[in-house]
Nanobody, 119 residues
Framework: QVQLVESGGGLVQAGASLRLSCQAS????????LHWYRQAPGKQRELVAS???????NYADFAKGRFTISRENAISRLYLQMGNLKPEDTAVYYC?????????????WGQGTQVTVSA
């Protein structure tokens, strides 16, 4: 089992920066591939960025050059540093991973943290 708790969201103006955090527990954090997703009102959830257990990262096109995903294995924490925020970045941001439990893959999501960017 994995528990994920996001924090760091808030209301900011366009152009500002925010750092989201995701605290994990219940699994060997260093072995997990981790992801940030977001969901805007009326839209489907979309992948923002991913980081492998070996710290290789990938980004959605909209995140490239503005967002940075990172991890701190010693304290089981995942981060998303967001810069030059735009109103279209307004969404609930979720931390996600999956884990094989008794030979079956299971999905684990955090509760989400709201990011609101005003024009």
């Amino acid at each position: 089992q994995v528990q994920l708790v996001e924090s760091g969201g808030g209301l900011v103006q366009a152009g500002a920066s925010l750092r989201l955090s995701c605290q994990a527990s219940g699994a060997i954090f260093s072995t997990l591939d981790l992801h940030w997703y977001r969901q805007a009102p009326g839209k489907q959830r979309e992948l923002v960025a991913s980081i492998t257990s070996g710290s290789r990262s990938n980004y959605a096109d909209f995140a490239k050059g503005r967002f940075t995903i990172s991890r701190e294995n010693a304290i089981s924490r995942l981060y998303l540093q967001m810069g030059n925020l735009k109103p279209e970045d307004t969404a609930v941001y979720y931390c996600y991973t999956r884990l094989k439990v008794y030979a079956n893959w299971r999905d684990f999501w955090g509760q989400g943290t709201q990011v609101t960017v005003s024009a």
